[in-house]
Every structure is written in structure tokens, then in C-alpha cells.
């Protein structure tokens, strides 16, 4: 029995140490698009895939009222809050692999240098922000132009890691976030309902 309570502990660390391995997938080919997210924890023993793809048209389906009701949620009081989430992320990640391909073609040559010279130009900065603040072992950008034929071929692969002691701190900070707006509400509903109660006392 000592030796099991001596046991969890050391498990529940070596969990919590442990990381979680996202792999990010979009492909964009002449008007189509398909986007992967596949993630792997417990040390490569749980592997599950998502796909937002599946999840537009319920995005698509939903009430306005319901829309409407997440965009008020959203207030600008809590957009420092999440900024500071987004910032602590970002810290904490490990970008492990970057490979983002891009294959453009257009009939007329002086069209496409400069198509050409303007996606160079927007990966460069996406470069120089993104090596400004993380370090990455294995990172390829490149254009590949393509004379005489219209084509549009962007691959994107991006393999991040981070530790799962960051993510459920990330998970809470977002509660709380959300929480709190709640609890505001609901604080801003009873005092009103308690000036009502006060006011038909005095009047009684």
C-alpha cells in the first residue's frame, strides 16, 4: 500500500511533465481546401484526429441568436486576458517542424512576378515574426513559380509540442475567464433585484 501511494504521485508527474504533439495540416489546391489537426499524448499511446472541416456546416447551421449571444460574451475587458493566454501559449510551445510549400501559376509572366514577389514578401514576414519568438529545428518556406498555367498550390505542415502541465493551466486560465463573466452577471442581476426588493419595502 506504501508503495502505491508512493507511486501515484510520481505517475501523476510524469504526465503532467509529458507532451502533447499537435500536427497541424491545411492543403489549398485551385479552390479547395482540406484541413487536418492530429494530436498525440500518453506518450504516443492515445492518437486522436480532428477535423474542422466536418464542423462548418454545423457552424453554419447555427441560430443567429446563438452567434450572437457568444459575440457579447467576447466584451474588450477580456480581450487582454486572452492576449495574455495567447502570450503564455506561445512561450511555451515547442515548434518542432515547419514546412510550408507554395506552388503559384499564372498565364501572364508579368502577373506572376509580381504574385510571386508578394507571396515572398508575406512569408518573410511570417518568417522573421515567428523565428523573432521561438527557436525551430526544422523550418522550409518556398515559392515555386509556374509559367503558362494557372495553379494554386499551398502546403502547409506544422508539428508543434507543448507540455500537458501548460495546457490544463491554460484550460483553467480560460475557465476563470469565463467564469468570472458569469459571476459578474449574475452579481449585476441580484443587486438590481435587491434594489426592487427595497424599493416596493418602502413604498409598502
Known amino acids: ?39 498525440s499524448y500518453f506518450f504516443g499511446l492515445i492518437k486522436p484526429e480532428v477535423f474542422p472541416d466536418e464542423d462548418n456546416h454545423k457552424e453554419n447551421n447555427r441560430s443567429d441568436k446563438e452567434k450572437k449571444s457568444e459575440n457579447n460574451a467576447f466584451s ?18 515547442i515548434v518542432e517542424d515547419l514546412n510550408w510549400r507554395t506552388k503559384v501559376g499564372y498565364k501572364d509572366p508579368f502577373y506572376l512576378s509580381l504574385i510571386y514577389g508578394g507571396i515572398w514578401w508575406i512569408k518573410s514576414l511570417f518568417n522573421s515574426f515567428l ?8 523550418i522550409k518556406i518556398e515559392v515555386v513559380p509556374y509559367y503558362n498555367s494557372n495553379l494554386t498550390d499551398i502546403r502547409f505542415n506544422c508539428i508543434i509540442k507543448i507540455r500537458i502541465a501548460y495546457i490544463i493551466n491554460i484550460w483553467i486560465r ?10 459578474n452577471d449574475r452579481t449585476s442581476h441580484r443587486r438590481s433585484n435587491e434594489n426592487n ?5 418602502g413604498y409598502g
Do not use: C, R
Open 1 to 39: 500500500m506504501k508503495w502505491l501511494l508512493l507511486l501515484i504521485p510520481i505517475i501523476i508527474v510524469i504526465i503532467l511533465m509529458s507532451y502533447i504533439k499537435i500536427n497541424i495540416i491545411y492543403v489549398f489546391l485551385n479552390g479547395k481546401s482540406k484541413f487536418k489537426v492530429s494530436t
Open 197 to 201: 426588493n427595497e424599493q416596493s419595502k
Open 174 to 183: 480560460f475557465l476563470k475567464i469565463n467564469k468570472g463573466g458569469a459571476n
Open 131 to 138: 523565428l523573432s519568438k521561438k527557436d525551430i529545428d526544422n
Open 76 to 93: 474588450a475587458s477580456k480581450y487582454m486576458e486572452y492576449m495574455d493566454i495567447f502570450q503564455y501559449f506561445m512561450d511555451k510551445v
